[in-house]
């Protein structure tokens, strides 16, 4: 038996960049099991399976898998997998609109047709907590990337379906220049019940993004995510709490990826009531099918 499956870039309109996810476009049928073996074999930071919709007003239901652990929400799988059910026709837009349901709720998606290749597809960011780390935590922490992250804004724990922990460097440069230790923070994050740290720096006046982001994981298998849609989500509500909106704008685009060779490009951007919404393109760089 064989199902459909596609590989896909996201947060890029550029093949082999961007962040890589797997996606199984009929996942009916497959076991607990088989989901978990599908994902530890394709070894990507994330794998989705796409089922029916079970809740009123969802177009489709997905769940997500790490090569270790089932995920509630994750941000560039959301869109990889939105962007494979519309380029393989299963499902199309309602008024540029779709409606993800996966175990964290139901996720509004904004479709938008860019005029250059794909279209760019945002999430709409589920409601986030955030709750400050002690300062033994963030003493742990710098210890950890090996380098001092700013005190205000204070590092905090972001909830958004997964967990993160956000802290922002003293610049763009400072994020790109990390050498983290990814032992002690697996350890680190697995006290903490979080995915893992994003940190983000500012770029400075006239360049094209306002922020460069990195994503680490080591618990969850990934040392580090090339570009995370939830880690760039948590960043937003980060900035949007600390009142470094005007700073950044409404709408930014924030980069990741260039650490890792990926180059990823996000659009992040806030509306009048605060709403955070997380987009970008996606490319099919893989599309067949898999053996089950």
Not at 64 to 91: K, M, N, R, Y
Not at 120 to 137: H, K, N, R, W, Y
Request: hydrophobic fraction near 45%; proline fraction near 5%.
């Amino acid at each position: 038996m064989s199902v459909p499956f596609k590989q896909v870039d996201v947060f890029t309109s550029e093949p082999y960049r961007g962040n890589p996810v797997a996606v199984v476009l009929d996942g009916q049928g497959l076991s607990d099991e088989q989901m978990r073996r599908i994902a530890n074999w394709t070894n990507l930071s994330e794998t989705t399976f796409v089922l029916p919709a079970t809740q009123t007003g969802a177009d489709y239901r997905v769940r997500i898998f790490t090569p270790q652990a089932e995920l509630p929400f994750a941000g560039h799988p959301t869109l990889g997998t939105a962007h494979a059910l519309l380029e393989a026709g299963i499902i199309a837009a309602r008024n540029g609109k779709l409606v993800q349901e996966c175990e964290a709720g139901l996720i509004e998606l904004a479709v938008t047709d860019t005029g250059v290749g794909t279209p760019l597809i945002a999430f709409t960011l589920p409601d986030a907590s955030l709750t400050a780390l002690s300062a033994e935590q963030v003493d742990v922490m710098e210890s950890i990337l090996g380098s001092a992250v700013l005190h205000d804004p204070a590092p905090k724990l972001v909830n958004v379906g997964p967990v993160w922990t956000i802290a922002q460097m003293p610049s763009a440069q400072a994020v790109l220049t990390l050498r983290p230790d990814f032992a002690l923070m697996a350890d680190f994050d697995r006290g903490n019940k979080a995915a893992g740290i994003v940190v983000y720096g500012a770029y400075g006046e006239g360049a094209e993004a306002a922020i460069e982001v990195r994503a680490f994981a080591p618990s969850l298998g990934a040392n580090e995510d090339p570009v995370c849609g939830s880690g760039n989500g948590s960043v937003a509500a980060f900035i949007r709490e600390a009142g470094q909106v005007a700073q950044f704008g409404t709408k930014y685009l924030s980069t990741q990826g260039a650490a890792v060779g990926r180059s990823g490009r996000l659009s992040i951007s806030f509306d009048d009531s605060g709403v955070i919404r997380v987009g970008g393109q996606s490319v099919t760089c893989i599309d067949g099918s898999i053996a089950v």
